[in-house]
């Protein structure tokens, strides 16, 4: 996993450590058989906006992206990972997930706007992140469903709560 920031990050916890905690539990609760690659872009409100626009084209800031670099039948099945070589860094073997961008200027404001700490904000970003790297979406309400189901209890078994 490689954490990057092209902004000062002042979170008062310690961003990586969580980060890196977050990944790891999203990748145990899915029973993830690899060893993961990830990489997380810590940027500003301009930033995520230059990005939004350029990959989905929505000239607005968004809390968080996800660029996922494999791609599955179904939400978490990992079955056929192994037989297309390139979900697989070759120098490291590492299944190569795919990146997350993160705005810190959303975290604090939404943390602010639902009540809860930064901490749990980022950390849900996050988690909801990873979800997606391992093939979920909440287009439907049925998907929505599974992945608020998922989150809710992964950040209950952290004890990260609102």
């Known amino acids: ?34 060893e993961a690659e990830v990489n997380l872009l810590l940027v500003s409100a301009e930033e995520i906006r230059r990005v939004n626009r350029e990959f989905r084209q929505i000239d607005a800031p968004t809390d968080v992206l996800s660029f996922p670099m494999i791609q599955y039948e179904r939400p978490g099945d990992f079955s056929e990972l192994e037989q297309d070589e390139d979900n697989f860094n070759p120098d490291t073997g590492e299944a190569l997930l795919g990146d997350i961008v993160l705005c810190v200027d959303r975290v604090t ?8 700490s930064e901490r749990r904000e980022y950390a849900f970003l996050i988690l909801h992140s990873m979800l997606h790297l391992f093939g979920y979406d909440h287009m439907t309400k049925e998907e929505a469903a599974v992945m608020e189901e998922k989150q809710r209890q992964l950040l209950n078994q952290m004890d990260i709560l609102r």
């Open 1 to 34: 996993m490689s954490i990057e920031e092209e902004v000062e990050v002042n979170f008062p916890f310690d961003y990586r450590t969580l980060a890196e905690a977050v990944i790891r539990k999203a990748a145990e609760a899915e029973a993830f058989p690899f």
């Open 109 to 116: 404001e939404q943390a602010q706007e639902f009540g809860h």
